[in-house]
């Protein structure tokens, strides 16, 4: 509820920005009961739910893949975007990625710090850009 007043507080609406919200999979009991409250407050202050993207959070494992792989094909039933966050962190890694087809995927911030400088932080963001292009394929 917070992200979503305050993004539209902040002047969101008047672009054509996206709103990122994170979440704990393992704590979205039931997509549909659990999203509720976001789509109450997104309809009562206007904001369109075809720019929201749920993120995962890199901080807890995933216990039931199963489970959250449900929770993402009904955020993406209902319209939403997905993003795996933080990826190269934390539990966001290539096993992950490869249970998961998100629509983003947002790098470790460690990942791409000082890459101008490093040409092995260049040739793995490379590497992930290619993954990236290469599950964007049938």
């Keep these: 509820m917070a992200a979503i007043e305050g993004a539209v507080e902040a002047g969101i609406l ?17 997509p549909l009961a659990c999203i509720q409250l976001t789509l109450k407050t997104a309809s009562a202050v206007g904001f369109p739910t075809d720019r929201l993207i749920f993120e995962f959070t ?20 209902m319209g939403f975007f997905t993003a795996l966050d933080d990826f190269g962190a934390g539990h966001a890694g290539l096993g992950l990625l490869a249970q998961f ?8 911030r460690e990942l791409i710090r000082g890459i101008d400088a490093s040409s092995q932080r ?15 394929s049938p």
């Design 101 to 108: 087809q998100p629509d983003f995927i947002k790098l470790d």
């Design 122 to 136: 260049r040739v793995i963001v490379a590497g992930m850009m290619d993954i990236a292009r290469g599950s964007a």
């Design 58 to 77: 890199e901080n807890e494992e995933m216990v039931d893949t199963e489970h959250v792989r449900g929770i993402v094909e009904s955020y993406r039933r």
């Design 14 to 30: 008047a672009t054509g920005a996206r709103l990122s919200i994170n979440f704990l999979p393992n704590a979205v009991y039931s």
